[in-house]
Nanobody, 123 residues
Framework: QVKLVESGGGLVQAGGSLRLSCAAS????????MAWYRQAPGKQRELVAH???????NYADSVKGRFTFSRDNAKNTADLQMNSLKPEDTAVYYC?????????????????WGQGTQVTVSS
């Protein structure tokens, strides 16, 4: 079994910073892409940033220059540093990971989601 657990959400004033963390645990052979998504009330879930196994990153235009995504492959963790937060960043943030696990039939890959963490930015 594999589990993703997020932490670090909370309430912050506009212009402030938060750091979200995502930790994967369980039967992990390797982790390919990791990503952060967010979903605001009444809106569809959207991709915020993703990072490949080699560390290459891509960001949504709305967060470029303000958010930084990093990962530690040895620890199976990923962090999202969010600076200069705006009220429109308010959402539930979800960690996503493509994880390979060793099973009886060989190495099998699945997509996993965390439970979500609330980020609220007040104006």
């Amino acid at each position: 079994q594999v589990k993703l657990v997020e932490s670090g959400g909370g309430l912050v004033q506009a212009g402030g910073s938060l750091r979200l963390s995502c930790a994967a645990s369980g039967n992990i052979f390797s982790i390919n892409t990791m990503a952060w998504y967010r979903q605001a009330p009444g809106k569809q879930r959207e991709l915020v940033a993703h990072i490949g196994s080699g560390g290459s990153t891509n960001y949504a235009d709305s967060v470029k220059g303000r958010f930084t995504f990093s990962r530690d492959n040895a620890k199976n963790t990923a962090d999202l540093q969010m600076n200069s937060l705006k009220p429109e960043d308010t959402a539930v943030y979800y960690c996503f990971a493509q994880i390979l696990s060793e099973q009886a039939m060989g190495v099998v890959g699945y997509d996993y989601w965390g439970q979500g963490t609330q980020v609220t930015v007040s104006s």
